[in-house]
């Protein structure tokens, strides 16, 4: 059986036989992979009137444990965006009834984000969807094959950088 990367590689291979295009069977496949996934993701998620980012804050919030607070800081960090981003998901959770923003008792130049009861629910609906989404997407793949693939990705990912240190 062979895929679409296939097909490049052996097209790279004729035109360009010095070139060792391995490294595409790769990324190229991750590439890939990215994309159908993301679709698949998008799906689930607007089941439940979700986008992913909307989705990544609320579940940040949920498994952060009670009291599902944390600051925009905080969750700028976890989900590796600009603070002009994780501002306009707030925006659009708050006007949804889902997060709350308060500013802290301690110090007024800090707020907390709060999953509302509105939120938790959502998302703990939404979840179950979305882990029995995932595990269709990885159907193919065995337990220890995926095991290896998380164990090899988690491995790359840190030698590019993306680590919690």
């Known amino acids: ?6 097909r490049v590689l ?3 291979a004729a035109e360009r036989p010095d070139l060792d295009a391995s ?11 990215s994309r159908l996934i993301d679709t698949e993701l998008r799906r689930t998620f607007a089941a439940h009137g979700l986008d992913p980012a909307s989705f990544d804050v609320l579940a940040t ?7 599902y607070r944390l600051t925009p800081a905080e969750l ?4 590796m965006v600009t603070s002009g981003a994780i ?5 659009r959770l708050e006007d949804r009834g889902l997060v709350s923003r308060t500013p802290s008792a301690a110090d007024g130049r800090v707020v907390h984000v709060s999953l ?4 938790r629910t959502l998302i703990d609906r939404a979840l179950p969807d979305h882990v029995a989404n995932e595990n269709r ?3 193919a793949l065995g337990t220890s094959e995926r095991d290896a693939l998380a164990d090899a990705l988690r491995s790359l990912l840190v030698s590019l950088g993306d680590t919690t240190d």
């Open 76 to 79: 700028m960090r976890t989900a």
């Open 137 to 139: 997407l990885l159907g």
């Open 10 to 12: 052996e097209q790279w």
């Open 61 to 67: 919030l949920r498994r952060s444990g009670p009291p």
């Open 87 to 91: 501002t306009q998901r707030l925006d």
């Open 23 to 33: 490294p595409m069977a790769v990324i190229g496949r991750l590439k890939r992979l």
């Open 116 to 119: 509302t009861a509105d939120g």
């Open 1 to 6: 059986m062979t895929d679409h990367v296939d």
